[in-house]
């Protein structure tokens, strides 16, 4: 299929153009009184955010090391994607909707926020909420309201904001904050260390299963923000959590930065499964605004058999840059990592994941399914590294992808590094179309074409949207056939 | 670059300006090279391997080719020999036909001389510095007797920019055979850069045994350039060299041309390869085969890092690689890094990589039939290494090959494990 | 020839082998049978040697050695052969090399002079005529792509080549079209011979059409439940194994797991 029938398609049928014109649902403004900080970076606008959120010394330490080490860094351009330069010094770092105190209970949110996260369908009323999901609910850069706490304070889990963490446990985001993704680690995980504004936290302790899916969903909306959050994840000993993320964004046309570190630690026994939705505003379809979305994801395995799974739904943002990662330190532990991503119009994808095998017996999985359409480009890069000390070590990569136009681009960049005479590493990579064929036959079984690309497509990412929680795989399939609208003739 | 390294290369242009032409372009090149460098780890191609040893070596220009070269085995079809960088006398008869220098400056090869190699800095000290190297022309239609370019060295610290052209004009077929080679305890490099220009539907059979002594440094550069329905069949047998480097890139540029990029690398001791292959589809219906294996013991490191790009427009393009590894003692390394960049949609691509060991349900298979493990283990690996002989073993050329990979395949003494 | 006693086999902490006591001479064909799971196979793998098994007690004396003390192709050249249930592919080893590599070691060991290239080749051509095999197996990788038939014939052939004194089949007649199984049988027929002996490991009594047993044992639970001459076989052919097991089942159960 080529340019000119898609065209054709949309003059034949003007009722499928209009849809995908209009395709990205989350694109409302939210009409808030909000308070910012100037356009600028320096270190005051790093002291302001952190007096504004009346954090202790040793944070506002660590976020000054952060901005002087950023100084230093240069914008990395190893990746495959490309956007005009940013400037750092004309984006608002602290957003926050206007309220003279921490909201104590929903009763005191703002019944505007809470009509905006009705409307993305994330009800914050416990009364009403998904059953067995809690909800920690960030708007620009705070977080505005979080579900079922108490529930969960009866087990001791901790799930907050990370503002409320900082105050609360200290001692806690002390010990783990920076142990995975240091504040050196790259040049936008550095900069959301200095001037990162909210995120959630969440502490389950030794021997509990947390009973609920805990939730956060992000949301961008002041004009000319960048959002710097920062989830903290720690299971300790024995410990399961599955925590989702899901993401949206207003319609502009300018592009905003997304800069968030997501740092999760699994002791011995314990299990962590992070999904991700992501359906950032990935601009129109002549590639005007949309987020670009470089966040640092890592996951670090630090006690024996401790099991941590990243699955991600990757459909927004007009460009994607992130590998989250497993570090596998203790004996026996396990990494996975399960990505769809989907490229349509101009949208850019770099996404993948690192495996670094250091303790003996450990095993990694990865599944990575690319879907490119329109003049979307996507790439997968991964890096499977086996050191001396993992003897025994296991990886098995699956990267596949799916081409749907002459115009886009799919691209594989494995990295395989094997320090260890006996550990094993198979990479296995294909490419596909959707077949002609195919489409005629399902056709000729009374599919419409979009109806059978849909199901070739859900079929081609059947793997991991298994790994996803239910709730959340109707909703990743919907949003798949949401962004494919239109992509083919 | 200091002072007293960049002055090593002014000299070494100096001392060979009076027997080369071109020396203005020459000078160019030379300058370009020393601004930018020898390359590093910082850039991604050169990830896995750096030149620290090169950089601080005090190379020179070779002062003497080496008129007695020792046997190299029976070599059905014309031997051209070439002893640090020059051409050499054998059998009282210099193959002056088949030497560069003699023939750069014809009508036919000034066409395309130089024309694909590129400005790297090892292309730009190779421009500067070369004396000689193999030409072979093909003229259209015509079958070439095998050519086996023989390339010696023997002089301690000398650079050998070894520049070789071979140009295949329509119809044309060749069988070439290049073996570089060296004196065991002499530390010297090779910087070969090869161009290879094929015609319509010009078939060239390629092997290139790179068996350099063990202190020496080798860094190739291979280009070559495809009409349609050509045929370029490769085979890189590495096993030899401290520092091996070695690297091949292919366009495909007409509709149809084919290319077979296939080798092994056996990186023992403390030897490092690192091999990389790049092969462009620009034009529809291409195809692109490679069946690499690598097996790493002792202290070796063995780089496989092999990228396909298909342009857009080049639909039914065909690429499809293979890289398995076997890493045989606990203190190698095997590093891989197979790349697709595709920018079209009816493709078919695709590729599988693996390290890991040798099957041990296999030794057990064959020791249950009487065969002790090291015989069982030798088996295995000669199988496992055989599966990159694809097109080599219907040519010909297997039983001049088999001496060197046998001996090659012996590992040395205690590297292979339990 | 071959004398077990009271072998008790694990696979990690699981036991699979309970106390198995058998004593095979020189010209006898035993059958070993026995329903799924009830240790057979691990029984054939560790008289070859196979690597993760643990004796836990017991012995195995083979001509007059410690059988359990040798090397896999120690075994081999001793004269014990395993024709394998599920033989191995091998790519890039053709079966002619496999077949002189392997003869070879035994007539070293034997203190036989080794066969050069066309004495070699007449012996093989020879077995490959009584198991009416066509020549142009010999020059295919070992087992490579080969049918389920061809593959147990190639063990069948190994075994013609290598002469053993002691043949254990391991479930050589599984997946065989019953010209296969004749021809099997007719190569294990050709090798009978006082001074050697059989062991058919099988699940079924077909087989035992062809080639008669001496003697029948039924394995269960990783202990022989039952031993008796070739109508045992024929019994178990009407009864099933379920008579016969429900003892040894209702005790705990070592599970036998299949590499």
Redesign the interface.
Known sequence: ?NHAEVSRADERNPELASRVADEYRWGFVTDIEQETVPRELNEDIVRLISARKNEPEFMLEWRLRAYRHWLTMREPT?SSVHHPPIDYQAIHYYAAPKTRTQPKDLSEVDPELLRTYEKLGIPLQEREALAGVAVDAVFDSVSVATTFKDKLERLGIIFCSFSEAVQKHPELVRAYLGSVVPYTDNYFATLNSAVFSDGSFVYVPKGVRCPMELSTYFRINARNSGQFERTLIVADEGAYVSYLEGCTAPMRDENQLHAAVVELVALADARIKYSTVQNWYPGDREGRGGIYNFVTKRGDCRGDRAHISWTQVETGSAITWKYPSCILTGNDSVGEFYSVALTNHHQQADTGTKMIHIGRNTRSTIVSKGISAGSGSNAYRGLVKVL?SAANARNHTQCD?L?????????????????????????????S?IGDDQLFYLRSRGLSEEDAVNLIVNGFCKEVFRELPMEFAVEAQKLLAVSLEGAIG | MNLETATRYRQALDYISSAVGHVDARQRALERFLASGLPTPRLEDWKYTALDALERSPWHAPEHARDALPDSGDTPGTRVAFGNGRLVHTGGQPQREHSLAAHVDDARARQVFDSLAGDAALTQINRALWQDGLWLHVPAGQVAPPVFAVHYASEADAMLHTRNLVVLEAGAQAVLVEHYRGVPDRAYWQNPVTEIVLGEGAHLDHLTLTEEGAAASHTGLAVVRQARHSRYSALSVNIGGRLVRHETRVNLDGPHAECRLDGLFIADTRRHIDQHLHVEHAAPRTTSRQTWRGIAAGRGRGIFDARVVVHAGAQQADAQQSSRNLLLSPHAEIDVKPQLEIHADDVKCGHGATVGQLDEAQVFYLRSRGIDAVTARALLLRAFAEEALGWLKNSGLAGWLEPHLAAALRLQEGERTA | MLEIRNLHVAIGDTPILAGIDLEVKAGEVHAIMGPNGSGKSTLAQVLAGREGYTVTAGSVRYLGQDLLALEPEARARAGVFLAFQYPLEIPGVANVQLLRTALNSVRRARGEPELDAMDFLDAVKAKLALLGMDEGFLYRAVNEGFSGGEKKRNEILQMAVLEPRLAILDETDSGLDIDALKTVAHGVNALKHPQRAVILVTHYQRLLNYIVPDRVHVLAAGRIVRSGDASLALELEDKGYAWLTHDAESQPTPAESRP
């Open positions: 299929m190893w001396p992808s081409l749907m136009s002459d115009h886009c681009a799919a691209h594989t960049f494995p990295y395989i590094e094997v320090k260890n005479a006996s550990a094993t590493v198979e990479h296995e990579a294909t490419t179309k």
